[in-house]
């Protein structure tokens, strides 16, 4: 179970990370204030061209209920390498407790090499409202309606 704690008078949720591999690493934040924890990869892979590739994170997670962790690209990795998170933003729900991959591909001739310790990805955890939906038959009307899919321009 996640606990809660206050650390240098801000709140702080403690979260679980289990280390499930002798060259798993710790997710962790570059800087003070940073909004992501850095992801790596407990593994070699190569990428190439077109290919999509699940690099594994050699790490497990308990997040309370309550909270999702998002999976994000790291903008270094592409545009400097063309290194992209297939999926744009992965959910990881606070039941899951399996190990974190990421769905990587390189957008650009290759290959690209990910060595074992690099950072592939960031992970957000965020606090997410308990939504219900309801059937309606019905619902209000506002000045956009229905106009989508290039309703505002270019």
């Given at each position: 179970?996640?606990?809660?704690?206050?650390?240098?008078?801000?709140?702080?949720?403690l979260?679980?990370?289990?280390?499930?591999h002798?060259?798993?690493?710790?997710?962790?934040?570059?800087?003070?204030g940073?909004?992501?924890?850095?992801?790596?990869?407990?593994?070699?892979?190569?990428?190439?061209?077109h290919?999509?590739?699940?690099?594994?994170?050699?790490?497990?997670?308990?997040?309370?209920?309550g909270?999702?962790?998002?999976?994000?690209?790291?903008?270094?990795?592409?545009?400097?390498y063309g290194?992209?998170?297939?999926?744009?933003?992965?959910?990881?729900?606070?039941g899951?407790?399996?190990?974190?991959?990421?769905?990587?591909?390189?957008?650009?001739?290759?290959?690209?090499?990910?060595?074992?310790?690099?950072?592939?990805?960031?992970?957000v955890?965020?606090?997410?409202?308990?939504?219900?939906?309801?059937?309606?038959?019905?619902?209000?009307?506002?000045?956009r309606g229905?106009?989508?899919?290039?309703?505002?321009?270019?």
């Amino acid at each position: 179970m996640s606990t809660i704690d206050m650390i240098d008078g801000y709140e702080s949720i403690l979260i679980k990370i289990k280390l499930l591999h002798q060259n798993s690493k710790m997710p962790d934040r570059k800087h003070p204030g940073d909004a992501a924890f850095d992801l790596y990869a407990v593994d070699q892979y190569v990428l190439t061209q077109h290919t999509v590739t699940l690099v594994k994170t050699g790490i497990a997670i308990e997040l309370p209920f309550g909270y999702e962790a998002q999976v994000r690209a790291r903008s270094g990795l592409a545009v400097m390498y063309g290194v992209f998170c297939v999926d744009g933003i992965g959910t990881i729900d606070a039941g899951y407790r399996g190990e974190l991959g990421v769905i990587l591909s390189l957008a650009i001739p290759g290959p690209y090499i990910i060595a074992r310790g690099d950072a592939i990805a960031q992970m957000v955890i965020q606090k997410i409202p308990d939504i219900r939906l309801i059937e309606a038959k019905t619902l209000s009307e506002t000045t956009r309606g229905n106009k989508g899919y290039g309703s505002t321009g270019k």
